[in-house]
């Protein structure tokens, strides 16, 4: 955190260390309390931030929220509690349901010959567990007619290793029948070095129970067993996995908490994030980040003692992680509504700082006059404004649903995914790895970008906002700006682009990550030269969309944000 010359609070804590911890906000306010509630919400947001405290608690005493779950049923309880202490106005909206209420229990596994030693695994979400502890020996998947026939007998009890290489699909079903007539103890297959977790919620009772525990094992710890059982060695294995099911309904909720407006009541800035989690570890970077900083801007907003203009709308989706089950039902309930939502603000990224917002020409003077006391206010954690053609859609959080049809501008923050995406689903995704300073920031600028939109003269102008379709490289994927693979017959692949090309520049702006090229490569006129690097030498490329069919739409935007920057110059 940069200490900031007028931030006598934080530096008055700073100055004298820890003791200072014990001073109350209200004192501290007392004595340098500026008038302007958004001065005072900067302040507060630096002085008595609690981010760190609200994911401790989700994380910890909670711990992970599948949909559905007992867990997320008591961390919906917490947040709509908290809402209301802090002067909310919160309650539980059901979406829709599951047929199954699932909650992972204690799981333990362990070798117990050649040698001995725990086992780190994951069985997938909606699934059985074992009755009690099973101990048994292991044996390889057959691979072909001749193996299953011949060792019929050997699978009933026994631990399944799937080999990396499935068999073909007619074998697989002889595979299955056989084991419906003589259950063996289980599956085993290889994960990676991190487990990702998912699960099929929606598998009735009789069916879920009928088919066998599926177990996934660290890539090491299966590679061992592999190892041992292709040089004859025998191979036993214990495993005692707790899950509890319930046959349902289930209900499955959305929180939502209201700070009504005080001149504009009926529009609405929205602020939200998933509440619910993949339950392999706590769900602290996926997404109790999220969850957290729509707590703490909406408790430091309501500490100010003052209504904002327009309401402020706290969401807290469940469903995310099975298809944005949440949000699909709260745009359907709350149709009415999108119309008056100025806003949008999504937070699911994780723990890295965000950065900032892409916004329309329409929108950007006020969102940047918003963010701008953010813009240098903390010299490692910059937040910015970016102008694209139209919102961008990244389809895979809860901003997606209200996009659609265009129904409210809604936002993804901009925030780097480096660390995140090796933590996020897996068994990594623990507490420990959050940042404190990172997530304090994060919740700092939610609340302030929330507060500001809710007190501008208007809504956001959701002139040409509607998403356009991103213009296509011809490229599967990128690694940072580093192409992954060239997609045959595309533009890239045209332009004599190669896999493990790294992009640099394009028309002479240098690109510094995913977000900022696909940026560059969206904005301004359909001819791009792009510069790269292959090995040692650089070169200058051309990808040129004149003939997308989107690039119509695409200038006659640009026509339009010329004609609207003349009558709305940018101060
Ligand atoms: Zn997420």
Redesign the pocket.
Known sequence: MTIRPQSFPLLLALLLGSACAGISAPQEQARSTPANPAERLLELSQSDNRAMQHLRHLTKEIGPRLTGSEHYDRAAQWCVEQFRAWGLDAHLETFGELPLRFDRGPQRGREIAPKTHDLVFQTRSWTRGTQGAVRARCVFEPESAEELTAHEKDYAGAWIVRRARRPRAELRKAIEALLEKTPPAGILSGGGEQLVMSGNPRRPLAELMARPVEIVLRRDHYDEIVASLSAGTAVELEFEIENHIVEGPVACTNVVADLVGSEFPDEYVIVGA?LDSWDGAEGAQ??GT?VCSTLEAARLIASLGVKPRRTLRFVLFGG??QGLLGSEGYVKTHAQELPRVSAVLVH?GGENPIQGLDVTYAMYADVARVLAPLAALDRDRPVAVHEVMGLLNSED?DHAPFLHEARAPAFFWNQSETGYELV?HTQLDTFATVSGPDEEHNARVVAVAAFGLAQLDHALDRTDSEALPTRKMGVAGFQDTAVRSVLPEGRAQQAGWQDGDVLLSVDGVAVSGRESLVRAINQGGPRKTIRLRRGATELDTVLDWSDDPDEPERSARAGRREAWLKAHPRP
Do not use: F, P
Request: glycine content about 12%.
């Open positions: 998933h996926d997404n999220g995310e992680e699911d959080s996020h």
